[in-house]
């Protein structure tokens, strides 16, 4: 299970690397159906590189969360501060995903399908690196127990 919800969010975070590579060579419109700042869009549409730029370090970060994915479910073998990077990870998603419900409640006229789906996937993301740290926490307690209380003797 733990390993699958590492997968979870590592295949979450490379979709969203990719889609944000994806943004400069798509345009403004894909800048503003992403719902980037209005000075992002602006940006895109005048050539700057604000734009660009934005949308090539927040790609690099979701690669680098889902390179801490992969670690997590035993594809890499080490990534430095692992556990601390896949919680901190953990906690950003699901922040993220719960992000909306305020929202929802103050400005329900303000908020899109698109807010919502994309709350919905950060959280999925964020339960998927919260659910393979646990697992990989109750794994390494288990092999670390004598064999005797492993086995319930």
Known sequence: MGRFAFLLAAGISLFGAL????????????????QAPPKVVASAEAGGLLAPAGAVVIGLLMLVCAMYALAGAGYLRWLPFAQMVQGTVAAVCLLRGLLVLPYLYKFPNRVW????IAS??????????????LQSARDRQAAMAPQGEASGV
Do not use: K
């Open 113 to 116: 399908t698109f807010d919502v």
């Open 19 to 34: 889609i944000h590579f994806a943004a400069p060579l798509l345009g403004s419109e894909w800048y503003a159906f992403l």
């Open 120 to 133: 919905v996937i950060w959280l999925a993301a964020g339960l998927g690196f919260l659910i393979g740290i």
